[in-house]
């Protein structure tokens, strides 16, 4: 019996050596990448698209969406129940802006509850929740942030986001429907950030639309807030007739093959022309 | 005190203390193993272009003086100015756009190969270039500057690890890759100049793509304190491809 209470002794000793050992090796291990801070948008890559009216290059866009953004005139912008739907958490990725990223703590384990991407002047913020809480029912409210939860994949943080407003996935016009989702992935090199984006619409994409874009850590303060889109009146009374162009009458739609001499399927975001072969295309009938 | 809680806790003291060895052990065979065979993932395959972004800077060539988001000094744009394709031709210039720092951008498919044990390959279709990722290789190597320059690279593997919660996962992982010795080239193909002293660092990581493809996105950071007044940073992706049967070398091209 005494050897027995020895013995049991030591396996205690043991298992408590053993699992403070296993947690500080699990702590190691853990690291944590932190993505916390002021993130300058560099910006030599362009990845607004809205420089002209009539510019959907680099899109996959399926035919509904091209004649829907075809419809779309900029004066929609005056209307007060319009004036924000430009600016969906796509444009993230999009904008010209620098990120602001803050965390928040679980304050007894420690553990990290969400990411916070600060908002700029029109996007609205994007809060990561890393607390495994569910997205929720597909008929909950959908906002202009949408939902977005996360998890670690190494050090890449990816984001899931849902419950997004109909929209645009190009402030130009290219819409986006409520079902669209968007994946964005955050991986820190050193002082580089780079974050990508996988949007999938089913009504408006005809394959998942895929963005990136890098930013540099900065010592000079990303503001964490903006102001909010505040919707105001711009000169055009309420009711009445919602501006828009009728089918083929889009006066825009071959400015930038004027200017760019650039195919008109091009400008319009037909799928293929975003592979090599359309540009081995483009060399048989160069278009200048 | 029955017997069974002095089995629990023996076995989770096994447990335990068997995790410390398996890290240790795995810890020194990747210390041990050649960089192809400690690689945290697969880079090796067909991957084509996916041009979503710079659509009018990359699938076509600008005109001259379009040089949006280019962080040019004074110098770069008088070079820049006086770009003449067909000159760059006649001197064998032809090749001025495909070299290290503007090569991820240029629409086309990559290759990816293992040269040997400790040397990642790229090769690719638009202007038939080769680039070599060499591995725990000194920063540069003696010769003269070329278009793809000489490459050093590294693994980065993630920090996080095991334990780490079931909303973790170990996959992940990216190559760091310093080039210099390049020759002076174009960042893009309307005369933007990079010079001889540029050096190019770039971070090659992967990502699913929806319906169970992959991404290869590729960060470049362009560093050039002649041309450039900041760093010039830019991220392409590319998609994988199933085989090689798109694969359709063609020459560099000064005009197109």
Known sequence: ????????????????????????????????????????????????????????????????????????????????????????????????????????????????????????????????????????????????????????????????????????????????????????????????????????????????????????????????VGPPCMSTFEGREAGGSVPHYLPEKNPFVDEMTRKYQIPREAVLGEPQTLYPEYRKKLKAAPPR | MTRQPVLIVVVAALVAIGRLPQVQAQDRGNAAATPRASAPIDFTGYWVAFVTEDWRYRMVTPPKGDYDGVPMTAEARQIAESWDAAADEAAGNQCRSYGAAAIMRVPGRLHITWEDDRTLRIDTDAGTQTRLFHFDAPPAAPGGPTWQGFSSAQWERPARGRGAGPETSMAGGSIKVVTRMMRAGYLRRNGVPYSENAELTEYFELSPYPGGGQLLVVTAVVEDPRYLRQPFIVSSQFKKEADGSRWDPTQCSARW
């Open chain 1, 1 to 224: 019996m005494g050897s027995n209470a020895v013995l049991r002794k030591m396996v205690i000793r043991a298992a408590l050596i053993a699992v403070l050992l296993g947690a500080a090796t699990a702590r190691a291990a853990l690291g944590q990448v932190d993505l916390a801070g002021s993130w300058a948008a560099r910006n030599n890559e362009i990845l607004a698209g809205d420089g002209l009216p009539v510019d959907y290059t680099g899109m996959p866009l399926n035919d509904e969406a091209r004649t829907k953004a075809l419809s779309y005139s900029e004066s929609q912008l005056s209307m007060i129940e319009r004036q924000c739907q430009g600016w969906p958490a796509f444009y993230l990725v999009q904008g010209p802006f620098g990120l602001r990223i803050w965390s928040e703590i679980e304050p007894v384990k420690g553990s990290v509850v969400s990411w916070t991407i600060g908002a700029w002047e029109d996007r609205a913020p994007m809060t990561i929740w890393m607390d495994g809480r569910p997205h929720p029912s597909e008929y909950a409210l959908h906002t202009r942030a949408g939902f977005t939860t996360g998890a670690w994949e190494g050090d890449t943080l990816v984001a899931r986001t849902t419950h997004m407003q109909a929209g645009f996935l190009r402030k130009t016009g290219p819409p986006s429907s409520d079902l669209a989702t968007l994946t964005t992935r955050f991986s820190r090199h050193g002082d580089i950030l780079t974050v990508l984006a996988i949007i999938e619409d089913p009504v408006y994409l005809a394959e998942p639309w895929v963005l990136s874009k890098s930013f540099q850590l900065s010592a000079m303060p990303v503001p964490p």
